[in-house]
């Protein structure tokens, strides 16, 4: 007794404490969140909210929350003294002597004793629930009264606690709950996961399954984050103990899926996996998991794939998931073929009902997404279905899918549904850490084609013209024909009454296209006018009658697909065919457009287009431009070589293109006053025919007179070279600048002195002035940074030595820049003393200099006094 009197009152004191802690912390943590509140602090306005002590604020509060936790903790170690002190005095009192077990050193041995009784099946356990409640609220109303062992003096609260074992254990619960909070309080989070526990067990001995069920919950991932994978399940185990004794049926699924993801089923008992499936397959055959709509739990691992080859791939972000679809190119009508994997962590096989892949539009998924995420079978366009018994093994399962689309759009392979008898277990792309897959169906390429007779057309006569459509394999649904006459034709709509022909003719006619067949042909026969044609070099006109035929057509498969009732109903699909026939007195070639553009120093890209109007097919043989100065085609500019060694048919554009050099020579330059093309056209039967067609260059030609006019006159170009690829800050590097001044001898011929500079081959001897300047570079020259240079034609180069100090460390790539500029001398009567021309430095430069740190450093430390200087 003399014991328990000193282990009350340390007791009794360490409770006061408890009380006081709670208080202050709660006060703190108050006073804390409020602030933060004022400040526009967010997480202090949640901490306020919650009412909870998540997390200390202060370096003082999470030593003085440690303290305090260590404290309650020798608090519970003095009443679990306590209640072996009471058992021993109760089992002296009682024949035999001995004492019983402490009930909270019961609850937290390593075998609890509710895991030493026979594993109930779940169907049995549902029917005897109700008699083991009964059993245990029978027991805690016979809590036996113990001996009394405490003094007088200790608190009423402690003679209390001590009266029997269900309020110790209601004393020991609460302890435990403050020395949790202060744990976590102090960042002492397995200490708290400790006491959560045991607080647990003894709920679970007390038969409060729910409340049990309700801490270990929160507390069941504190082990998987510290990668206790056999902890892990040792709570998880103890959680599904609770759940499957409270009757929990949608918890206890969760928990009993949640046991067998890959991590677990590692260290797993086989006995216990065992069990666990029995009773997962017999909770799934209850109705009250058909309701809830689960998610992608780990005992089933999906990853989906495409088997068929697609035309392509493409990437697109999807910035509300932000994550990339990947997109493959199909067509419509493509058998498509989706390989689902179905990796199993269940030590038996299972037999689900089916397999469904739901199919939704780009378009309706980001909407889904931004409403609520969730993805149900109203919202799906196409759901493709594996149908029942399906027999999923451990391990991995291959299944697939086939798909064969009749509607052009984006989709996305948004969710697998497993449906396992009552449950159905989705799992969405959108939460996997799998790549997304979409589908790009474009429409199919259209099988229908038209052919426009005749060939050509004869100037002043009435023909017949005949258009054929031919539909291929698809199914037309309804078309369009036009006729479009160019200026000097005319056309009168098929079947027109010869007495009204004279008021039918117009520049465009429109004709319907009735609905059709695969391997159709309709044939539409009208009468075309064509007046007398001026021909005129300088004009492009061409008489012309094109045919345009759109259609909205269908895919061939689409009736077969659609008699199965699966597939939505879709829009057809479009194209456009057109046809285009000419009268015959025109050239066989005209220019469609003729482009060019500067590029380099001296050099220009030529680019003419060229439309086919002949009615029969050719060759063409050879080809030749000729260009007025300053352009000429140079040597091997002709980047047509080979190009064209096919029939050119009627309709078709010709492309070429010729790179051309700007030079004032006229040697070996033919006189034009004009661009012209020259074409050399061969037919099957070896005849040629010279096409002479004028280009129209005039931009690129005022481009070249202007700068002529305003180009720069004098250039050098300069090589600047480093004596070494690497440095340190201060310390000097030899630089070397390698100048050629040929183009200042010899002046191209085009140059002028039109603005008011003369030559300077002109006034021989006249010097330059260099300057190196280090402003805007990284370095600090010194040497001969500037000075005069005489040029002569005995030597057109020359060096420049001087030294650079690099003034930073690291990657350094701007260097020193050298200006030349004439110095005109005051005796020459030849130059305009008042401008000299400038000169511009074509500089090459080194790529970088590597600049390091100082390595050492000397200084010399004197008092700061100002009176000893």
């Given amino acids: 007794r003399k014991e328990a009197e000193v282990e009350a009152w340390a007791l009794s004191s360490c409770w006061d404490i408890k009380c006081a802690s709670g208080h202050y912390f709660t006060f703190a943590t108050t006073a804390t969140t409020t602030t933060l509140a004022k400040n526009g602090n967010e997480g202090g306005k949640q901490l306020e909210k919650d009412g909870v002590m998540a997390a200390a604020f202060t370096m003082e509060e999470v030593e003085a929350a440690q303290c305090l936790a260590e404290l309650l903790e020798f608090a519970i170690l003095r009443l679990l003294r306590l209640g072996d002190l009471a058992l021993i005095e109760q089992g002296s009192e009682e024949e035999g002597g001995g004492g019983g077990l402490n009930p909270i050193r019961r609850a937290t041995s390593e075998r609890p004793v509710d895991t030493l009784k026979p594993w109930e099946p779940w169907r049995k356990l549902q029917k005897i629930r109700d008699e083991i409640k009964v059993k245990q609220l029978r027991k805690s109303d016979e809590n036996e009264t113990w001996t009394p062992i405490l003094p007088g003096g200790v608190p009423s609260w402690l003679h209390?606690?001590?009266?029997?074992?269900?309020?110790?254990?209601?004393?020991?619960?609460?302890?435990?709950?403050?020395?949790?909070?202060?744990?976590?309080?102090?960042?002492?989070?397995?200490?708290?996961?400790?006491?959560?526990?045991?607080?647990?067990?003894?709920?679970?001995?007390?038969?409060?399954?729910?409340?049990?069920?309700?801490?270990?919950?929160?507390?069941?991932?504190?082990?998987?984050?510290?990668?206790?994978?056999?902890?892990?399940?040792?709570?998880?185990?103890?959680?599904?103990?609770?759940?499957?004794?409270?009757?929990?049926?949608?918890?206890?699924?969760?928990?009993?899926?949640?046991?067998?993801?890959?991590?677990?089923?590692?260290?797993?008992?086989?006995?216990?996996?065992?069990?666990?499936?029995?009773?997962?397959?017999?909770?799934?055959?209850?109705?009250?998991?058909?309701?809830?709509?689960?998610?992608?739990?780990?005992?089933?691992?999906?990853?989906?794939?495409?088997?068929?080859?697609?035309?392509?791939?493409?990437?697109?972000?999807?910035?509300?998931?932000?994550?990339?679809?990947?997109?493959?190119?199909?067509?419509?009508?493509?058998?498509?073929?989706?390989?689902?994997?179905?990796?199993?962590?269940?030590p038996r096989p299972i037999a689900v009902n089916g397999v469904r892949l739901y199919l939704v539009t780009l378009e309706q998924y980001e909407h889904l997404y931004r409403r609520n995420g969730i993805v149900t079978e109203d919202d799906a366009f196409r759901i493709l279905t594996i149908d029942a018994p399906i027999d999923i093994m451990p391990g991995k399962n291959e299944f697939s899918f086939?798909?064969?689309?009749?509607?052009?759009?984006?989709?996305?392979?948004?969710?697998?549904?497993?449906?396992?008898?009552?449950?159905?277990?989705?799992?969405?792309?959108?939460?996997?850490?799998?790549?997304?897959?979409?589908?790009?169906?474009?429409?199919?390429?259209?099988?229908?084609?038209?052919?426009?007779?005749?060939?050509?057309?004869?100037?002043?006569?009435?023909?017949?013209?005949?258009?054929?459509?031919?539909?291929?394999?698809?199914?037309?649904?309804?078309?369009?024909?036009?006729?479009?006459?160019?200026?000097?034709?005319?056309?009168?709509?098929p079947k027109t009454d010869p007495s009204k022909l004279d008021e039918a003719w117009s520049d465009e006619c429109i004709i319907p296209l009735d609905a059709c067949g695969p391997g159709k042909k309709i044939v539409i026969t009208t009468l075309v006018k064509s007046s007398t044609i001026k021909h005129d070099d300088n004009t492009g006109n061409i008489q012309t009658m094109r045919a345009k035929v759109e259609t909205r057509y269908r895919q061939e498969s689409y009736d077969a697909v659609m008699e199965k009732g699966e597939e939505p109903e879709s829009d057809p699909m479009k194209t456009l065919l057109q046809a285009m026939v000419t009268t015959l007195d025109r050239s066989a070639l005209a220019v469609d457009d003729a482009e060019a553009f500067m590029f380099g120093d001296d050099h220009v890209m030529v680019n003419i287009s060229l439309q086919c109007n002949s009615p029969v097919p050719f060759y063409i043989k050879e080809w030749h431009l000729d260009l007025p100065l300053p352009l000429l085609v140079e040597e091997d500019g002709d980047l047509n070589k080979g190009m064209f060694h096919h029939a050119i048919a009627e309709g078709e554009m010709l492309l070429f293109g010729f790179k051309c050099i700007r030079t004032d020579s006229s040697e070996n330059q033919p006189a034009c006053e004009r661009p012209l093309l020259r074409v050399v056209l061969q037919d099957d039967f070896g005849k040629t025919f010279l096409q002479v067609l004028p280009v129209n260059l005039e931009d690129v030609y005022k481009k070249l007179r202007k700068e002529d006019v305003y180009a720069e006159l004098y250039t050098a170009t300069a090589e600047l070279t480093c004596s070494a690829e690497e440095g340190t800050v201060g310390n000097p590097v030899p630089f070397e600048y390698n100048l050629n001044l040929q183009s200042l001898m010899m002046p191209k011929q085009r140059r002028r002195a039109s603005l008011g500079n003369t030559s300077v081959s002109s006034v021989p001897g006249c010097p330059i002035l260099y300057t190196i300047v280090s402003d805007g570079s990284d370095w600090i020259v010194s040497g001969k940074v500037q000075g005069l240079i005489k040029p002569s034609t005995d030597s057109e180069s020359m060096s420049l030595q001087f030294r650079g100090i690099p003034t930073q460390s690291g990657i350094l790539r701007n260097f020193p820049e050298l200006f030349l500029e004439y110095l005109l001398m005051e005796d020459s009567d030849d130059l305009d003393t008042t401008s000299s021309p400038p000169i511009a430095v074509q500089c090459k430069n080194p790529d970088c200099f590597q600049s390091f740190a100082y390595t050492t450093s000397l200084s010399l430390a004197i008092p700061a006094v100002l009176e000893e200087f």
Avoid at 417 to 436: C, G, H, N, T, V
């Fill in 160 to 346: 209390n606690a001590m009266k029997n074992a269900s309020i110790y254990e209601e004393t020991y619960l609460e302890l435990a709950e403050a020395a949790v909070v202060l744990n976590r309080h102090a960042g002492r989070f397995r200490f708290a996961s400790r006491l959560e526990d045991h607080r647990a067990e003894v709920l679970i001995a007390r038969g409060e399954y729910n409340l049990a069920a309700h801490v270990l919950s929160s507390n069941v991932g504190a082990c998987a984050r510290d990668q206790w994978t056999r902890a892990h399940y040792w709570r998880i185990f103890r959680l599904a103990c609770c759940q499957r004794m409270s009757g929990d049926v949608l918890a206890y699924l969760e928990t009993l899926t949640q046991s067998f993801n890959p991590k677990l089923s590692s260290v797993a008992p086989k006995k216990t996996a065992s069990l666990f499936q029995q009773d997962l397959e017999a909770i799934i055959t209850d109705a009250a998991v058909a309701e809830p709509r689960w998610g992608a739990f780990p005992f089933l691992e999906t990853e989906l794939s495409i088997e068929s080859e697609a035309a392509g791939k493409s990437s697109q972000p999807l910035p509300f998931l932000r994550r990339k679809l990947t997109k493959h190119l199909c067509f419509v009508g493509d058998e498509l073929r989706f390989s689902l994997s179905i990796n199993s962590h269940l």
């Fill in 402 to 493: 086939s798909w064969q689309p009749m509607t052009f759009n984006t989709y996305v392979l948004a969710t697998v549904e497993i449906q396992w008898k009552e449950a159905s277990f989705f799992y969405d792309s959108a939460l996997l850490r799998k790549p997304m897959i979409g589908l790009d169906i474009q429409p199919s390429e259209p099988t229908q084609t038209i052919e426009l007779n005749p060939l050509f057309l004869i100037p002043g006569h009435v023909q017949n013209v005949r258009l054929v459509f031919h539909s291929g394999s698809d199914v037309i649904t309804e078309g369009l024909v036009r006729l479009i006459c160019s200026e000097g034709l005319l056309v009168v709509p």
